[in-house]
């Protein structure tokens, strides 16, 4: 899955810039990845990356470019739906915060290029019940707005956050959005705490970094702990080595890092199967038939990136073996006790 993996590489290679450079390849090659494109949510990326030569002009260019359309047709309703929102939280004296997809998306050359199922706006921890009121959301349902009563960055205070925010127009609005240094710590721990499985949500980590302020304060982004700056440094490193992004005024301690080796490949593989870990359904460890103990257990094999977030470790060349066998065991643990939770991996963090 290797190979497979390194063929989105090469085809999502600058694809979030304005004129990305051209690309080589052949119309079979393009079909071949292109299931893992659409599913994954590159497919718009794929038609960008593509448009300008004659690979736009077979059915599979044709299939990207529909999604591309279709995507820029959803961000104007996703548009709406966040001016609204922000209008009745405001009505009742609650400030949000926005980060995430509808933020990473201005930073493509195209809102188009970056689909996001819905809208993350970040609240007071006490304002949880009064914001679900103000938009008219019954907790615990799925909505297009996807509200979070705690702090982006578990270790940056709200006051903080807000405070190093800055507003963003949303039609004949504003809301408030992460700091660069923020959003930037934010999509780093968002896409490895998931295990790296979306191409996606490494390409968003290189247009924020090709899209950094001048001032942009590598002191605070990476202060915290060294768990905090090394994560950062592997996002960073990823984009560059992987997809070739271009961040500039990097800290020497960045620029002149390298990754262990098992890290690009896991992510490699992880694109080139695209499914993410423990996104199947549970099997019972109980059932009778014969082979259900190895496949309940296989597919609670944790990938070693999302298993670094979790237990709180740097990507060094350790072995992750031992850390994900221990997991493993945690993770069948909580099944057979009945206490398996369907808990977001990026807010444990």
Same mark, same amino acid.
């Given at each position: 899955?290797?190979? !497979?993996?390194c063929s989105i590489a090469r085809l999502l290679e600058g694809a979030w810039r304005p004129e990305p450079s051209p #690309?080589?390849?052949?119309p079979s090659s393009l079909a071949k990845i292109s299931p893992l494109l659409m599913k994954t949510?590159?497919?718009?990326?794929?038609w960008w990356r593509i448009r300008g030569s004659d690979l736009a002009a077979s059915s599979t260019g044709q299939e990207f470019q529909q999604t591309f359309r279709a995507q820029s047709l959803q961000s104007g309703i996703h548009e709406r739906t966040l001016r609204d929102a922000v209008g009745n939280l405001r009505a009742a004296g609650i400030e949000p915060l926005l980060a995430k997809g509808w933020l990473a998306a201005g930073l493509y050359a195209q809102r188009g290029l970056r689909p996001y199922g819905d809208i993350d706006l970040w609240?007071?921890?006490?304002?949880?019940?009064?914001?679900?009121?103000? #938009?008219?959301?019954?907790?615990?349902?799925?909505?297009?707005?996807?509200?979070?009563?705690?702090?982006?960055?578990?270790? $940056?205070?709200?006051?903080? #956050?807000?405070? $190093?925010?800055?507003? !963003?127009? !949303?039609?004949?609005?504003?809301v408030q959005v992460l700091g660069a240094e923020d959003h930037l710590y934010l999509l780093s721990v968002h896409m490895l705490a998931h295990g790296a499985w979306r191409p996606l949500w490494l390409c968003d980590v290189a247009p924020a970094l090709e899209s950094m302020p001048e001032d942009f304060d590598w002191d605070y982004? #990476?202060?915290g702990g060294k768990r905090?700056?090394?994560w950062v440094m592997t996002a960073i490193r990823l984009a560059s080595d992987l997809l070739g992004a271009s961040p500039r005024g990097l800290p020497t301690s960045i620029a002149?890092?390298?990754?262990? $080796?098992?890290?690009?490949?896991? %992510?490699?593989?992880?694109?080139? !199967?695209?499914?993410?870990?423990?996104?199947?359904s549970p099997v019972g460890?109980?059932?009778?038939?014969?082979?259900?103990?190895?496949?309940?257990?296989?597919?609670?094999?944790?990938?070693?990136?999302? %298993?670094t977030i979790d237990w709180n470790r740097g990507f060094d060349r350790t072995p992750r073996l031992p850390v994900q066998f221990a997991e493993c065991i945690v993770r069948s643990g909580r099944f057979l006790l009945g206490r398996q939770t369907a808990t977001d991996p990026s807010l444990r963090v």
């Amino acid at each position: 899955m290797t190979s !497979v993996g390194c063929s989105i590489a090469r085809l999502l290679e600058g694809a979030w810039r304005p004129e990305p450079s051209p #690309l080589t390849a052949d119309p079979s090659s393009l079909a071949k990845i292109s299931p893992l494109l659409m599913k994954t949510g590159a497919g718009g990326l794929a038609w960008w990356r593509i448009r300008g030569s004659d690979l736009a002009a077979s059915s599979t260019g044709q299939e990207f470019q529909q999604t591309f359309r279709a995507q820029s047709l959803q961000s104007g309703i996703h548009e709406r739906t966040l001016r609204d929102a922000v209008g009745n939280l405001r009505a009742a004296g609650i400030e949000p915060l926005l980060a995430k997809g509808w933020l990473a998306a201005g930073l493509y050359a195209q809102r188009g290029l970056r689909p996001y199922g819905d809208i993350d706006l970040w609240i007071r921890p006490d304002q949880g019940p009064a914001a679900f009121e103000a #938009l008219g959301y019954p907790p615990g349902q799925q909505h297009p707005i996807d509200l979070h009563a705690n702090t982006p960055a578990r270790d $940056r205070t709200w006051d903080e #956050l807000m405070g $190093r925010s800055h507003p !963003v127009s !949303v039609g004949d609005t504003h809301v408030q959005v992460l700091g660069a240094e923020d959003h930037l710590y934010l999509l780093s721990v968002h896409m490895l705490a998931h295990g790296a499985w979306r191409p996606l949500w490494l390409c968003d980590v290189a247009p924020a970094l090709e899209s950094m302020p001048e001032d942009f304060d590598w002191d605070y982004c #990476l202060g915290g702990g060294k768990r905090r700056a090394n994560w950062v440094m592997t996002a960073i490193r990823l984009a560059s080595d992987l997809l070739g992004a271009s961040p500039r005024g990097l800290p020497t301690s960045i620029a002149n890092a390298r990754l262990p $080796r098992w890290l690009a490949t896991t %992510v490699l593989e992880s694109w080139g !199967v695209g499914t993410p870990y423990m996104h199947t359904s549970p099997v019972g460890l109980t059932a009778p038939r014969p082979g259900t103990l190895w496949n309940a257990l296989r597919i609670r094999w944790p990938n070693p990136i999302q %298993v670094t977030i979790d237990w709180n470790r740097g990507f060094d060349r350790t072995p992750r073996l031992p850390v994900q066998f221990a997991e493993c065991i945690v993770r069948s643990g909580r099944f057979l006790l009945g206490r398996q939770t369907a808990t977001d991996p990026s807010l444990r963090v």
